[in-house]
């Protein structure tokens, strides 16, 4: 499909794939392109005008049914419009920055994945973010994808590149197009790529995965891992991808792994921490959610509390989960009653993720930059 048009919450949305444009529809509007697509009718005038406007394709006598994906209301007792899911924490890498402590391979059998992508559909989910681990690795990967893209998600997936070349994987995707792949970059060379990842041969497969991608026209971007150990390669890593033609941004801030272990926080390149934004609060757990390997749901990837079993509970057991949310953003410990809580730029389940990990506090604060001045 060319185009997805959904309910999003109490709206109605139309977006492509791969593009940022998008568009916000009356009732009327997407009542209309689903009665064409379920009837055979043409794309209705407007929405060809529109489309040429947005995305520069043109719609003009395609069948509506064959051109534009119509998502149902969402049903059930919750409606979420984000969510993402660990498909397995198994990795074939071995990063020391990593956010996760253990990389256990271990997941859902197929079929409790694909009931599990269906459980997001119904529950209006538009914007998923297919993540690991590695998710490329896992076996049950190309069917969970194919399951969600034809349902209509705006598919994210977040891979160090290793099998990005793999022809079924290229085709798979040049035929059913992601929202995005996003792509990690670990160094400019073998040498610093290899020792970041403590992986032979990540910068070789992964700089191949991006070729490939690019080569086929698919929506990739690159996100740069700044380190302390790759810092001096930064302006090749930029070369790198402007070489490729792919948009790329840069992540430096480094934290603990969720669950409070404080070494990945070793490998922090010194002035890369991002904290300009103030944090003015989050939807998580009320709009959101994350789904680990096991259908275990909770706010995000970071606030694991309470986790609540999405596989033997279904949908009606994320009628709990925005007061757990709303639990994990109070502050609490070395948060209490802080004066600078209304210029504070970092969440609450983060900040705690930090002081369980007793990280200095220049790593994550502002009391730790004054301190420091």
């Known amino acids: 499909m060319l185009v997805i048009v959904s309910p999003q919450e109490d709206i109605y949305v139309a977006v492509r794939p791969g593009a940022q444009a998008g568009m916000q529809l009356p009732e009327a509007f997407y009542a209309e392109l689903a009665e064409a697509a379920d009837e055979g009718r043409p794309v209705p005038p407007w929405f060809v005008d529109a489309a040429r406007q947005a995305w520069q394709i043109d719609l003009t006598g395609q069948p509506a049914g064959s051109v534009v994906s119509v998502r149902s209301r969402s049903v059930g007792p919750v409606t979420y419009s984000r969510a993402s899911w660990e498909i397995n924490k198994g990795c074939n890498f071995s990063c020391e920055h990593c956010y996760l402590e253990q990389r256990p391979f271990a997941g859902l ?18 914007w998923f973010q297919i ?8 076996a049950d990967f190309p069917p969970s994808y194919e399951r969600a893209h034809d349902a209509g998600m705006m598919v994210e997936i977040l891979t160090n590149g290793s099998r990005l070349a793999r022809p079924a994987l290229i085709e798979m995707f040049s035929a059913r197009r992601p929202h995005k792949i996003t792509v990690s970059m670990y160094g400019a060379s073998p040498e610093t790529a290899d020792a970041l990842t403590q992986t032979r041969g990540a910068f070789k497969s992964a700089y191949r ?3 490939a991608a690019a080569e086929a026209g698919l929506p990739v971007e690159v996100t740069i891992i700044v380190t302390k150990h790759n810092v001096d390669e930064l302006d090749a890593m930029r070369a790198l991808v402007d070489e490729l033609g792919l948009p790329r941004n ?35 757990g009320h709009t959101s959610f994350h789904v680990d390997p096991h259908g275990l749901t909770t706010m995000c990837k970071v606030g694991r509390d309470n986790p609540i079993n999405l596989i033997t509970e279904g949908p009606q057991g994320l009628l709990r989960l925005p007061a757990i ?16 809580s209304s210029t504070c730029r970092v969440c609450r389940p983060m900040a705690r993720v930090y002081q369980e990990a007793k990280a200095p506090l220049e790593t994550y604060c502002q009391h730790g930059e004054r301190k420091a001045s």
Request: charged fraction near 15%.
């Open 209 to 211: 995965g991006l070729l």
């Open 109 to 126: 059998p197929l079929a409790e994945k694909l009931r599990l992508v269906d459980m997001l559909q119904a529950m209006g989910v538009l």
């Open 250 to 284: 840069e992540y430096g801030s480094i934290s603990p792994t969720y669950t409070g272990n404080g070494s990945p926080l070793e490998t922090q390149a010194s002035g890369y921490l991002d904290k300009s934004a103030i944090f003015a609060g989050c939807p998580a």
């Open 131 to 138: 993540t690991g681990g590695e998710p490329l690795i896992d």
């Open 325 to 340: 949310a709303d639990a994990q953003m109070l502050r609490t410990g070395g948060c209490s009653g802080c004066k600078l």
